[in-house]
């Protein structure tokens, strides 16, 4: 009896202890912290990426320290599995509420767990995921997916070079940011963090520049989480690319020509020895000279160009086969598998060029979402009473580049200049190829506008010394190479762009010939037979605009455009009388056309894009009304 007594009383027990361990999983469920937004499936574990998740600090299992970004043997991280566990603050995934399985490595804003049971993975598919340490667990959005195969160090990358590049609005810098880096720097892959834009259409400016390009577009839903964006940059890319740089959309890296004769990171990048994990890259600020309130049409690089003395710091270009299985990483640099270095670049090599205090309009914009895990929240009290504020760094700025010892350092933008157009700078492009003083050009299909200034310089072209004006469309970019934006044999000094409403140019597009139109797609990879003629003439017009915006020295509407812009080129006392009474002529005639096509028409066959040509048309000055052609003349 004493011993039946003894079993009922350690069976309530059992019972009683079961119960009160439910109530305090119960308990323990409704206890969150942080949010897990993004997962990844690998062949041997699970990754969770989220932001201020129950963590616990930082530890690994068994995978060793790391090579800190000195390219040493580091001795982060101090903790290890066990002693973490030991400690009570035991860490794991936990699948569909039910299955856990153990954390092997937890790193800032990553954790990495054993992959549940295989009988169990099949079914888990679409079932919730999320981190379980210190008592609670991290909402989250994610869901299970079966593991994805890891490929061989020894297999060959798809892509020698990638770009990972996490962006809040800004999408207008976009364009700029994707030719230099693919066309300049050797770039064939780009991975896009969409961090929650929502001031414009970053998605349909992708789904366009997707045609011509190999983008992979992720969304990232949370603030202040790029720790987590360069670990995934990493993971993402290990399977695709032998090397990934993590710029900013207002970074550009640059080679010297003199170290690599073609400027190419690429090229660079193919002289490091296999042990190499990444290579650090001088970050050089550059200032927003002329205190711009609104951002100044042309771009990026052509606008800013004020260098300060001082670097900020380092940024790697990394391999990512050799990160750390923990995927320790900061902002700017990483922890690499022991065996890897780290290569310090010599800033006469190589830089980049970090273009951080932009407009006012820019950098108000930039500080409304900052990426940075410790960067002041907007909203937040701690930013108003940051020394780090808009307002301050702005003023800061300006003065600093009013002052003596400031340089003006124009080297990325002429490099971008000589290889995607006939500009020529001397100091810049090395090449003693033929130097002309002008080009005028525009869109192609607009031959009787650049016609108009041609007509108006023939009596004067066979008086001026040859090759002094060159008046061509199809000279904004080199005819006879397979490549794109490589510079012609014949440069020019000044390139003045001549632009026309879209609603007058695009109908004239479409009279382009089979010859010319393989000439443009040639150019510009987003343009292509496939799309149909009124959608290929549409993004012509925007595509060739927005390039030679970028590189001319003026742009001028053919309908403002006067001999005194003209006839400083030209010596003759007769030019402006007769390059005035030309051009007055021409706009007579076009008076009296109609448009042929309208903005609703347009938008029927891609209403993305014609939003852009419509924000470029009024940017350079037209503005529309019910009745087009009067506003154009009126107000053009």
Not at 7 to 26: C, F, K, P, S
Not at 466 to 472: C, E, Q
């Amino acid at each position: 009896m004493a011993v039946s007594t003894r079993m009922a009383v350690v069976a309530v027990a059992v019972i009683l202890a079961a119960v009160v361990a439910m109530q305090g999983r119960a308990a323990a469920a409704h206890t969150y912290r942080g949010k897990v937004f993004a997962m990844m499936s690998r062949e041997d574990s699970v990754i969770l990426f989220g932001v201020d998740m129950p963590q616990g600090g930082d530890f690994i299992s068994d995978a060793g320290p790391c090579a800190n970004a000195d390219g040493g043997q580091g001795t982060w991280p101090q903790k290890t599995m066990k002693q973490v566990q030991g400690s009570g603050k035991y860490l794991a995934c936990v699948f569909d509420d039910r299955i856990r399985t153990e954390a092997i490595h937890s790193t800032r804003q990553t954790v990495t767990c054993i992959q549940p049971p295989p009988n169990e993975q099949e079914r888990l598919v679409g079932k919730s995921v999320t981190v379980y340490g210190r008592g609670a667990y991290a909402s989250s959005n994610v869901t299970y997916s079966l593991p994805k195969k890891t490929v061989s160090k020894s297999a060959k990358m798809p892509n020698f070079l990638c770009s990972c590049l996490m962006m809040w609005n800004r999408a207008d810098h976009l364009l700029e940011w994707i030719r230099y880096h693919f066309h300049i720097m050797g770039v064939t892959k780009l991975f896009i963090f969409d961090n929650e834009s929502v001031e414009d259409s970053l998605k349909e400016k992708v789904a366009w520049l997707k045609k011509g390009y190999n983008i992979e577009l992720i969304d990232w839903p949370a603030r202040r989480s790029q720790y987590a964006e360069k670990a995934y940059c990493a993971m993402a890319a290990k399977d695709q690319c032998e090397w990934v740089t993590t710029t900013d959309i207002d970074e550009f890296p640059y080679i010297n020509e003199q170290v690599v004769s073609d400027g190419r990171l690429d090229t660079w990048l193919k002289t490091q020895s296999e042990d190499t994990a990444a290579v650090a890259l001088d970050m050089q600020t550059i200032l927003d000279g002329g205190c711009h309130l609104r951002s100044p049409p042309g771009g990026v690089l052509k606008n800013y160009f004020c260098k300060p003395d001082t670097n900020s710091s380092k940024k790697h270009i990394l391999r990512p086969r050799a990160i750390h299985q923990s995927l320790h990483t900061t902002v700017h640099n990483g922890c690499y598998q022991l065996g890897y270095k780290t290569v310090p670049v010599d800033p006469s090599v190589a830089a980049l060029n970090h273009y951080t205090l932009q407009s006012w309009e820019e950098l108000m914009k930039k500080y409304q979402r900052r990426a940075g895990p410790s960067s002041p929240i907007w909203e937040e009290q701690a930013f108003k009473i940051s020394i780090d504020k808009p307002s301050s760094l702005f003023l800061k700025g300006c003065k600093a580049c009013s002052e003596q010892q400031i340089r003006n350092d124009t080297t990325v933008r002429e490099l971008y200049r000589c290889k995607t157009s006939l500009r020529h700078v001397a100091k810049g492009c090395r090449d003693g190829r033929h130097k002309a003083d002008l080009l005028i050009t525009g869109t192609g299909g607009t031959g009787s506008v650049l016609d108009i200034i041609s007509g108006a310089l023939e009596p004067y072209l066979v008086q001026m010394p040859a090759g002094n004006i060159t008046v061509s469309w199809e000279y904004a970019f080199r005819e006879d190479s397979s490549t794109e934006f490589i510079p012609s044999n014949r440069r020019f000094s000044n390139i003045f762009h001549i632009v026309q409403d879209p609603l007058y140019a695009i109908p004239a597009i479409l009279t382009l010939p089979d010859s010319a139109w393989k000439f443009v797609e040639k150019q510009t990879p987003m343009v292509r037979a496939s799309q149909g003629p009124m959608r290929r003439a549409l993004y012509h017009w925007v595509t060739w605009n927005h390039y030679i915006e970028s590189i001319s020295s003026q742009t001028f509407k053919i309908e403002r455009v006067n001999a005194t812009d003209i006839c400083p080129f030209v010596n003759s006392p007769e030019c402006e009388e007769m390059v005035a009474k030309f051009i007055e002529t021409e706009r007579y005639i076009a008076r009296k056309t109609t448009p042929t096509t309208t903005w609703a028409a347009l938008a029927a066959v891609d209403p993305v894009v014609t939003e852009l040509a419509k924000e470029m048309a009024e940017r350079y000055g037209y503005s529309y009304s019910t009745d087009t052609r009067s506003k154009y003349y009126m107000h053009a």
